[in-house]
């Protein structure tokens, strides 16, 4: 339930589904297990998991949705051995090289051959839209499965209007100057991981951990023209993460003092377990990026077309 790695993007117009409107969307492309010889399948499950039975959990007006991915896992060098062999058989057989649509038609007779043998992988990808906020908030350290939700979402909503949130000035560059000028507003603190790169395409990439980024050691690296593209930082005593050059969150680690404000609820009673925690989660979250994004003069809100 609570969210490790974050994506986030804002809407260009509200977000007006309601709770009702959404669930009924959603329950129109649910997840089916794959057959024998499907390859992949994505649709939407419940946001509780086995604990619940709706495809949409809602707390405090944000939205806990779930997307689940199985696809078979054929390893492409497999399949490689295997169509080479077939066109070296063709070769010997009829004294000629396979044609572009032979090979191709090797490679699909072979996955079909393949796939009822194949493992399956199963990821769940979690996501939770906050109407107030205008934002929508992916569990996920791929922006490439966080734009897959993206991509579910907008099929069965028909339209899913939303946009990165992009600073005038590069991220890479406030990111370097709060290191060289001690800039980091009142929230936030420096932790003691970053990463900084040389400019260039061939550049030098430098990674520290353990080490104090106010340091002189710290300072060479800036005097030389390297420019940080992830640091470490803390948030408001609440939470600890690793921000990236392109605003992508990861290792997100909650302080013990926000887990024990649900420590009186019954851990027996797990679905009022998981919606506290969705609720305490959601709202610790909204408030962080909304913090974040006043450090690059940005607000959720600023994507929305003006009339």
Known sequence: ????????FAFTRPFEWSEEDLEKHLSEHL??????????????????GKHGDTSVHSA??????CARKEEKMLPASVIKDMVEEKVNLLEQEQGRG????EKEQFKEDITFELLPRAFSRITDTYAYISPV????VINSSSRGKAEDL???????????????????????????????????????????????????????VVRVKNQDLLSEEIKAHLDVDKYVVKVALEWDDSLSFILCDDLAIKR????DVIHEQNDDIDSDDVVAKLDADF?????????FIVDLLAEFSLKTTDPLEKD
């Open 98 to 101: 396979a044609t572009k649509k």
């Open 279 to 287: 609720a305490l989660m959601s709202g610790e979250l909204n408030r």
């Open 150 to 204: 993206l991509a579910l979402l907008r099929k069965v909503l028909g339209t899913l209007p939303v946009t990165s949130l992009e600073p005038d000035v590069g991220a890479d560059e406030t990111m370097t100057d709060w290191l060289n000028e001690k800039s980091l507003g009142g929230k936030f603190t420096l932790g003691m991981e970053a990463e900084f790169n040389a400019l260039g395409d061939d550049g030098a």
């Open 60 to 65: 405090n007006g944000n939205f806990l949705i």
């Open 133 to 136: 906020n205008n934002i929508i």
């Open 1 to 8: 339930m609570w969210f490790k790695n974050l994506y986030f």
């Open 31 to 48: 997840f089916t297990p794959l057959g024998s010889t499907e390859i992949s399948h994505f649709g939407w499950v419940n946001a509780l």
């Open 252 to 255: 997100i680690k909650f302080f």
